[in-house]
């Protein structure tokens, strides 16, 4: 099996030029799972992603974002065309000027939506992880993927054990408690992410592009002692399982990889 690097969170519309992005992610063949924060970069995602058979994007209002919606009813069309949600969630860490009530309403109606048609959702939860989980319990059938999770490891063993999917990404690099975390993760429950393009930035790093995902699947390999092959292909494999059940979606005809 010929296993591609993906990279399962990304924010392609916060780059200033949309074109080489995409050109970038092309020439190395990186699947990249584009997330956005509101409708606007939303738009923006998706037409980098009509431009590119390697890009999948996705629909989500960021907590920092959740007070801008002004009718939850106006995310339908948005949240019916995406085959996976993202990124959403709660933070009382960065967005505390949105009220956690402001915060926990749009999440939880984003919630109901993904529960009721079983869909993947990419998650943030800085600083408010017992209350995700808290929430989740009551959407069983909405299918979480924690996205870069930093909080109190036992919640994060709670999540573990309801087989949550979680991203692991350039801060593996800096931090011995991220990767404690990993070491925790079993490896058929991790994706790779970049969070780009401000994250490995305000991290003191320096690269931006889309290539980072290399140095962040080697990260992963070494915390877990295996190869950079092995760990790309474990997380390529479990990046098939998810987006084999969204591959009927209109967004993702015409792309370059094929899981049947
Ligand atoms: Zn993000």
Redesign the pocket.
């Known amino acids: 099996m010929n296993a591609y690097y993906v990279d399962f969170?990304t924010?392609l519309h916060a780059y200033p030029d949309h074109s080489q992005v995409a050109e970038e992610i092309g020439e190395h063949k990186i699947i990249t799972v584009a997330?956005s924060m509101d409708i606007e970069s939303y738009k923006a995602t998706k037409r980098i992603a009509q431009g590119s058979p390697w890009v999948i994007p996705t629909f989500g209002i960021h907590p920092e974002k959740s007070d801008t919606v002004t009718s939850l009813a106006s995310l339908d069309t948005y949240l019916d065309e995406s085959p996976i949600i993202g990124?959403i969630g709660l933070d009382e860490c960065w967005c505390r000027q949105v009220p956690l009530p402001v915060q926990e309403k749009v999440f939880e109606y984003i919630l109901d939506h993904c529960h009721r048609k079983r869909k993947y959702c990419v998650i943030h939860t800085k600083d408010a992880e017992a209350r995700v989980l808290e929430m989740l319990k009551s959407f069983p059938d909405a299918k979480p993927i924690i996205?870069w999770y930093d909080g109190p490891a036992d919640i994060f063993r709670k999540m573990l054990n309801k087989g949550y999917y979680t991203t692991f990404g350039c801060q593996v690099f800096y931090s011995d408690y991220i990767k404690e975390l990993l070491k925790m993760t079993p490896m058929e429950q991790v994706l790779s992410e970049t969070?780009n393009p401000d994250s490995e930035k305000w991290l003191g790093g320096t690269d931006d592009t889309p290539l980072l995902i290399h140095r962040v699947v080697r990260d992963i390999a070494a915390v877990k002692g295996i190869s950079e092959s092995a760990c790309c292909k474990t997380i390529y494999g479990n990046s098939r399982k998810i987006l084999a059940r969204v591959r009927s979606s209109r967004l993702l005809k015409n792309k370059a990889f094929k899981f049947t």
């Open positions: 969170h924010h997330a990124e996205h969070d």
